[in-house]
């Protein structure tokens, strides 16, 4: 079974700009989960998405939002981007029952640099 | 609120020997708990995870953790460590019953092992 996977790997913008980062969780995976990782602020959950609905959301400004489509298939979007926004955005799938026991699977990640 | 501390930024270790790598956390509710790896340039992989039961719990690559709730911690632990063991490990927490797309983050413990 393929691994999640995150597209682009790898990703240089300038301040002010915006990006759009995929994911594409495991087959069947109805669950996905959008995390930052910085060097200072360590990792840091952004939101979740179930059957295309966001399900959580954690304490980040509204410049990022995201999406889930019918295949699970998932977007996140920052505009206006900051420097502060450098970062590894990992994604994480899984089965999503609702009082879920499953484990996470996590895709390597997209390293965006704002320059 | 829930909150991880991982005690140990970095912990250097020679090959071999055993390794104990320290997670602490303070939450109102009872908690899920994991352990995860993640490899330079690479996405998390899961360890291991308390989610009930038996409060030593064995996860992959030889690797333990101690579920201790009247002291709030779940530390790791491998009786010799092998030169690939080199990664960082991060201590997360769930609520329990709830979803498990919100995972609260340790700053995380940079392993690295000696010859």
């Known amino acids: 079974k393929a691994g999640v996977t995150q597209t682009p790997r790898y990703l240089i913008k300038t301040r002010g700009q915006q990006v759009t980062l995929s994911c594409s969780p495991i087959s069947g995976h109805r669950s996905v989960s959008w995390y930052q990782q910085t060097p200072g602020q360590g990792l840091q959950f952004l939101f979740e998405y179930f059957s295309e609905t966001q399900r959580n959301k954690g304490n980040f400004p509204g410049r990022f939002s995201g999406r889930q489509f019918s295949n699970s298939r998932s977007e996140m979007n920052v505009s206006t981007l900051e420097l502060g926004d450098s970062a590894l955005y990992l994604c994480a799938s899984s089965l999503g029952t609702a009082t879920s026991t499953d484990t996470q699977y996590f895709g390597p990640g997209t390293r965006l640099t704002v320059l | 609120a829930q909150s991880v501390t991982q005690l140990d930024s970095q912990v250097p270790v020679f090959e071999e020997a055993p390794v104990e790598l320290r997670c602490n956390y303070s939450s109102s509710v009872s908690v899920y708990l994991f352990w995860y790896v993640q490899y330079p340039n690479q996405g998390l992989q899961l360890l291991l995870k308390?989610?009930?039961?038996?409060?030593l719990v064995k996860g992959i690559n030889g690797f333990e953790a101690e579920f201790n709730k009247s002291q709030t911690s779940f530390h790791l632990r491998k009786p010799s460590v092998h030169i690939s063991d080199t990664a960082e490990y991060f201590c997360a927490v769930s609520n329990y019953g709830g979803s498990q797309g919100n995972l609260i983050f340790g700053k995380g413990t940079k392993l690295s092992v000696k010859p």
């Open positions: 308390y989610l009930s039961g038996s409060t």
